[in-house]
Each structure stands twice: as structure tokens, then as C-alpha cells.
Nanobody, 119 residues
Framework: QVQLVESGGGLVQAGGSLRLSCAASGRTFRTYFMGWFRQTPGKERDFVASLPSSGASTFYADSVKGRFTISRDNAKNTVYLQMSSLKPEDTAVYYC????????????WGQGTQVTVSS
């Protein structure tokens, strides 16, 4: 079992930056594939970014490529999402997720953190 707790959300002006953090419990964090998703009211939860246990490769939604960076610190059991050049359309609740490498669905989710970008 993995518990995930996000932090770092808030209100920022367009063009600004925020860094989200996701702290994970458990001694097996380093074996999990980690991801970030976001959701706005009335819409489905969308993929934002992910990276494998090694952190050797990263994957991004087209809408955030070049602006967001996902990273992890296995020693701290934490995954980050650095968001730059923020746009009002980035406004959403951001969720951290985890899955084991051989599992194709995201197994664990955090409670979410609100990011609001004002124009």
C-alpha cells in the first residue's frame, strides 16, 4: 500500500511558476512508476506527466511539454512537478499517482492540490 500526499498548489499569475510535491509513504517508493494528472470540474482526469522508477525517461502531455518538468528523489520518497510559464488553462486540481511497473493501471492516488492561474 502506498499513500500519497500532494502539496505546493496555490494561486499564481499567468506566466508564473509553481512546484508541486508528492510525498509517498512506504519503503518501495523507488520501485513505483509515478505520474501527475489534473482535473477540472465536469471533465475527466487528464494525464500530465510521468516517469519510471529509475527516472531515466519522462513522458508529458503535449499541452505541457517544454513548460512542466517531472522529477523524483527516491531518497526522499518524493516526486515533483515543476510548472513554468503557467497559463489560465492550467487551472485544475492536480493529482499524484503511483503504480507498480508491471501494472497498467494507476493504483494509488493522492487527494489533490488546487492550482489556479489568473490572467
Amino acid at each position: 500500500q502506498v499513500q500519497l500526499v500532494e502539496s505546493g498548489g496555490g494561486l499564481v499569475q499567468a506566466g508564473g511558476s509553481l512546484r508541486l510535491s508528492c510525498a509517498a509513504s512506504g519503503r518501495t517508493f523507488r520501485t513505483y512508476f509515478m505520474g501527475w494528472f489534473r482535473q477540472t470540474p465536469g471533465k475527466e482526469r487528464d494525464f500530465v506527466a510521468s516517469l519510471p522508477s529509475s527516472g531515466a525517461s519522462t513522458f508529458y502531455a503535449d499541452s505541457v511539454k517544454g513548460r512542466f518538468t517531472i522529477s523524483r528523489d527516491n531518497a526522499k520518497n518524493t516526486v515533483y512537478l515543476q510548472m513554468s510559464s503557467l497559463k489560465p488553462e492550467d487551472t485544475a486540481v492536480y493529482y499524484c499517482a503511483a503504480r507498480r511497473g508491471h501494472v497498467l493501471i494507476w493504483e494509488y492516488w493522492g487527494q489533490g492540490t488546487q492550482v489556479t492561474v489568473s490572467s
